[in-house]
């Protein structure tokens, strides 16, 4: 009686974590959404592109700071919090960018910072109210919405006027910050929902030594690698498709759909590796770096391009099953120090630092080097993410 409670819970938790997701994520793809309504409106590429590097600036660094915050304060009122505010931002932006462009882009920049205030308290919630099989299952579970969240983007961008999808996000993001409260303070009261259950043990040390006893150096180096293939790597996959393979403009857009439509798959994948192996972790990570070492090999050595592409998209699916470990898995495992919330928001951080940064060593890579060389080097990171995870004698 007690499992089936715990896993009805499980449910409870992960259906409103998930939902709540999503209005995240359909409000992150809003701006890729209508960028060709912007751009037919008089706005530049120059200016639409610096919006969304002032955003992922501002996310990466509410990550760091709210992750931190979220170990504190509960998670109700920051993720209730964080969903309101970052409407609100959202309703300000198409308004204001009419008036002053540096000003919007600083409104839009501050929609990321609030939205920052999710995902570290959510995966603190989940593993502090749900066993450990059900922590990774609930939060597979907002990681397919934050897959889901792009083509409601483009569906809702498909039928309204730009201005109108601002709106529509902002009521998504309201109704879900008001509903996320009003349905935790509901958990609370029946006991589905509590804080702080879990603190790290006296005589364990601070808070950086606990973490390096957990193997925070090597996931934060996972979190370095996966965060270069599954941000920057797909945003590039559809040049490399067009200018390294030939194919047209149409066709890579065709193309580019459905490998993403297969890379968002990854995550089931991944745990349907990890539960074969009987849930352990290392040994998934392992395989999952080995087999896309394995498969940019594969992609750099053939030349026809079907299956080179075929090769490119199980290579970054393998990487993000290992991303799907770090998230899924190693996030959730944390719930014993007490700063779940600090740790993923850290781990988040230097994930979109490195992909920032490698974006522009790509571009610039691409005109020295080629995508051939490049390629190596992507397999070559997948090479690393082989040697860390490789176990250690003791």
Known sequence: MNKNKNVINAVYIGVLCSVS?????FARNILSVVTPQMLE?????????????????????????????????????????????????????????????NTAMIVYGMTGY??????????KIVAENTEPVYATRCSLGYTIASFLG?????????????????????????????????????FERKGIVKYNQYDRKKGEGGG?????????????LISIITGVIRTTVVFWLPTYISQHLGFSADDSALIFTVATFVISLSAFVAVFIYERLGRDMDLTLLISFVASTVFFALTYFIGQPMVNIIMLVLAIVAADSAATMLWSRYCPSLRDTGMVSGATGFLDFVSYIAAAISSTVFANAVSEVGWGNLILIWAALMLF???ITIPKRK
Not at 79 to 93: C, T
Not at 114 to 123: E, N, V, W
Not at 156 to 181: E, N
């Open 21 to 25: 997701y999503l209005a995240v994520y």
């Open 385 to 387: 993410g082989v040697i």
């Open 114 to 123: 609030f939205l920052a205030m999710i995902y570290g308290p959510m995966t």
């Open 208 to 220: 950086i030594k606990i973490l390096i006893k957990y193997r925070i150096i090597r996931f934060t």
């Open 41 to 101: 409106a008089g706005y530049s590429e120059s200016y639409i592109g610096t919006v969304s590097s002032v955003y992922f600036i501002f996310y990466a660094v509410g990550q760091l700071i709210n992750g931190a915050i979220g170990d504190k304060i509960k998670a109700k009122y920051m993720i209730s919090l964080g969903l309101i505010l970052a409407g609100i931002s959202n309703l300000i932006f198409p308004y204001m960018v009419a008036v002053n462009e």
């Open 150 to 186: 792009s083509p409601l983007a483009g569906v809702v961008g498909a039928a309204m006027i730009w201005q109108s999808v601002f709106m529509t996000g902002t009521g998504a993001l309201l109704v879900m910050g008001t509903l996320f409260f009003v349905i935790c303070s509901v």
